[in-house]
């Protein structure tokens, strides 16, 4: 592991911009991925309105510190989201590493740090919805323990697309 990286759970507040690039890839690639795996050149939303609801979520007093950075040299390397369903649920959202800082066990750490703040803020479950072009990712939350469930309340997931997603919970209760 990189001594350089240091993952905090933080609020939005001065990392607006940097955040907005770092969403901007995340979704540029996730457009790709997609439109190559349904073979639909009409795949995907539009980057700029999905990074501006994002952003507003994250800054929605809906959770104190909702956002998980992984900082290598004061530059964000990666990050997650954690959102409120409900009182005993919390989903995280947009797990991403650039793809210069992967390998490292960034991501890894990423989920760590937020299933710990999930379970720190008394939640009882984690949730999370994972395409089925992230085979990284749906290979990282398998092996921290994550289960498969059935869509959940709260996701966001179009229904024509519902069949291939796959939903993961993990349980916060000791």
Known sequence: MDD????????ITGYED???DLLRAYFTKAGERGREWFDDDEFG???ETIVADDLDRLASP???EPLVLALVDDRIAGSAQLKRLDGTNIEMKRLYVRPGDRGDGIGRRLVETATDAAA???FETLRLGVAPYHDAARSLYRGLGFETTPQYDGS???PELVDDWQ???YSLED
Do not use: M, S
């Not at 240091?6 to 609020?11: N, S």
């Open 4 to 11: 350089r990286v240091t993952v905090v759970r933080t609020a």
């Open 18 to 20: 940097e955040l907005r």
């Open 45 to 47: 939303a539009d980057i």
């Open 62 to 64: 809906a959770i104190d």
């Open 120 to 122: 720190a803020d008394g």
């Open 156 to 158: 966001q997931t179009p």
């Open 167 to 169: 939903f993961l919970k």
